[in-house]
């Protein structure tokens, strides 16, 4: 189980035109992804969902708040004992080709992992024979043929069947949570479901944990369907609760915007007159006291320029109230941060019958 407690990142960079400014990655992020569980990441290009992504798998470092995995607080830890943990953390990345190394057939790509874990357990395993079984094994279990496979290079397969190699290559150490990070996104549209419906299968075959981060709305649902979506804009956490609850009846103007880019069909749904969308482009500078969205935000009111909301459950009035602390206040339970939440009729972007093609 991760428990993660106001993790926060901030970057400083330096540019020769930009002089230093403070970069925001991570501001607070709180979620328990329990045993067998999903925790869905969704929101724009930028808002630190990447970062989360490797810090969760210790290949980055957080500068506030806690990470805390089978309740052991890690950065209590030496970093070699600290590695251990992150073990049970793999990370599936968005590019399967750049994660193998193109020099190495399938079968070396595996066996290597597979030794080293043979080893820990105790010896038995690490012989040819029985870790070329458990490599033949998983590639099954990714939907591989393990004969047609092993001998291959990378180049030699198709993206989505890398893709099954990065997957059964994490789960060689035996993991208890996989982390895909945009894991879809780099491949053919046409083989997307079923690497989404492996990660989907994976959750309730193996119990392994999922953290899956997206900017998809239709992926989330898919694969965190059960399990909890958090919406996080600028780093920062403005919506959370089941994945239905949170798509079906979103009351934060940016999950709204978000669900409103989704491209509908003319013919097969009415786009109707209200569909909600952002009233400025991003820009990272513009920083008000107040909440973060408000400079893009079509409902803003005088009081979002000054005061900066918390998460508050759907419902009650919430003041005061910060994430995680009011009383009985479940990890599940639909929260938002707004100051003017609402159930706003969300309809998708108009594709129409004769739209230009790509
Ligand atoms: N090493 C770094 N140094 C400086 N700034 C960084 C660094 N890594 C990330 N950032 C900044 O932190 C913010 C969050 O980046 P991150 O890559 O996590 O976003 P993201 O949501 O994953 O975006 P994308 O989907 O485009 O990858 C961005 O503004 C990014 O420029």
Redesign the pocket.
């Known amino acids: 189980m991760i428990e993660a407690r106001g993790i926060t990142r901030t970057?400083q960079?330096h540019g020769q035109f930009t002089g230093t400014r403070t970069?925001h990655?991570l501001r607070g992020v709180d979620f328990t992804l329990p045993e067998g569980g999903a925790v869905s990441f969704i929101?724009?290009?930028?808002?630190?969902?990447?970062?989360?992504g490797k810090i969760l798998t210790g290949l980055e470092t957080f500068d506030g708040g806690e990470l805390v995995v089978d309740g052991v607080e890690l950065s209590a830890l030496k970093p070699r004992q600290r590695a251990k943990y992150f073990r049970r953390i793999q990370m599936i990345h968005q590019d399967p080709y750049s994660a193998l190394n193109p020099t190495r057939t399938i079968e070396a790509t595996l066996g290597d992992p597979l030794r080293m874990r043979a080893r820990e357990k105790g010896g038995t395993g690490a012989g040819p024979g029985a870790w070329r079984e458990r490599a033949c094994e998983l590639l099954t279990l990714v939907g591989l043929e393990p004969e047609a496979v092993l001998p291959k290079y990378p180049h030699q397969l198709s993206g989505g069947q890398r893709q099954r190699v990065v997957i059964a290559r994490a789960l060689t150490v035996d993991p208890q949570v996989l982390i895909a990070d945009?894991a879809v996104s780099m491949i053919d549209v046409s083989m997307r479901l079923g690497i989404l419906g492996l990660l989907r299968d994976l959750r309730s075959r193996l119990g392994i944990s999922l953290v899956f981060?997206t900017?998809d709305v239709a992926t989330a649902r898919y694969v965190g369907d059960g399990g909890e979506l958090h919406v996080i804009y600028r780093?920062e956490v403005v919506e959370r609760g089941l994945t239905d609850d949170v798509i079906l009846s979103p009351v934060h103007p940016y999950t709204q915007c978000l669900l409103s880019a989704v491209p509908i069909m003319r013919g097969l749904e009415e786009p109707g007159p209200d569909r909600t969308a952002p009233t400025r482009a991003l820009d990272?500078r513009t920083d008000t006291p107040g909440c973060l969205f408000e400079p893009r935000c079509p409902f803003a009111t005088d009081e979002c320029f000054t005061t900066h909301p918390t998460l508050v459950p759907l419902g009650g009035d919430g003041a005061g109230v910060g994430a995680g602390e009011a009383e009985g206040v479940g990890a599940a339970e639909h929260q938002h941060a707004c100051l003017n939440p609402a159930a706003r009729r969300v309809v998708g972007v108009e594709v129409g019958a004769g739209a230009a093609g790509p």
């Open positions: 970057y960079t970069v990655a929101g724009e290009s930028g808002c630190g969902k990447t970062t989360l945009e981060i900017h780093g990272e």
